[in-house]
């Protein structure tokens, strides 16, 4: 049995991702835009947690490589199916091969902070239970479970009260974590809003990570900057 928890990241191919910008952003904003957010999450956890394994969920063989170079471990899909069906499957993947438990994060939070995953990860209690950390719009943008199938996924509007009724229905231990720089993940014209308020609101100390995802979303896509990303092994 391996006790740490099993990091998953599900990943959907780029040119498909952030749909709800579509109104907003071009799609070769919205492809790069997800395609930044994916690097610096794996990025994150390889140079934060590399006490855990981490599997990416990918129907897309190129985001297959992309994990690959970043030392994660990649669960094809035949098609993005939606994102319970591929926790659904990390999860019984995670169980066939022994981990304890699993902790999936979506690719697309603007700020990850590593106290913040330390505290989730030290929320973990004696299974079977779920720790659920709510997005700013009901969402579930953590999701930690032990036994990694303790209970169906059930992504979607308002999935965190939906996780949690299904925790409780199954009688497993739950909490909800309320956690700030979790609760913000990039997904419609509002965030985009609350990502250059954040800008605003840190002047001159704004993070330059908070800077490069804002060029991404306003700089003409023919002069999109590309810095270097480092990869792990
Ligand atoms: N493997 C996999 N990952 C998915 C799928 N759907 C969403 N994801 C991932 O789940 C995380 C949260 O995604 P969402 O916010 O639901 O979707 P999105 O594509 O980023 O944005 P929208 O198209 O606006 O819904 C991101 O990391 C997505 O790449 C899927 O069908 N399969
Ligand atoms: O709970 C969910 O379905 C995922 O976190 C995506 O939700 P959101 O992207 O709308 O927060």
Known sequence: MTEQP?????????????????????????????????????????????EHDRLVVTASPAIGRLAQAHGAMVLEEAAADGLSQAADRAAEWARRRGYSAQLLVPADIVQ????????????????????????????????????????????????????????????????????????????????LDTLDTLIRHHGGETPQELKTLWKLCTTPTGMMPWPAWPTTH
Do not use: M, W, Y
């Not at 991702?17 to 492809?31: I, M, Q, V, W």
């Not at 943008?141 to 209970?151: G, Q």
């Open 112 to 191: 990850l902070d590593e106290g913040e995953i330390r505290r989730l990860l030290e929320t973990l209690d004696a299974a079977p239970c779920a720790v659920i950390c709510p997005a700013s719009d009901g969402g579930t943008n953590a999701l930690l479970t032990s036994p990694p199938d303790a209970l169906p996924f059930r992504f979607g509007p308002r999935s965190a009260e939906a996780h949690r009724e299904t925790a409780l229905r199954l009688g497993l231990s739950c909490q909800v974590l309320e956690l700030t720089h979790l609760r913000f993940d990039l997904d419609t014209p509002a965030d």
């Open 6 to 50: 099993l990091i998953v990241i599900p990943v959907k191919a780029f040119g498909l991702a952030k749909s709800r910008l579509g109104n907003t952003l071009s799609p070769d904003h919205r492809s790069a835009l997800a395609q930044r957010l994916c690097q610096r999450t794996l990025h994150f956890f390889a140079r934060h947690f590399p």
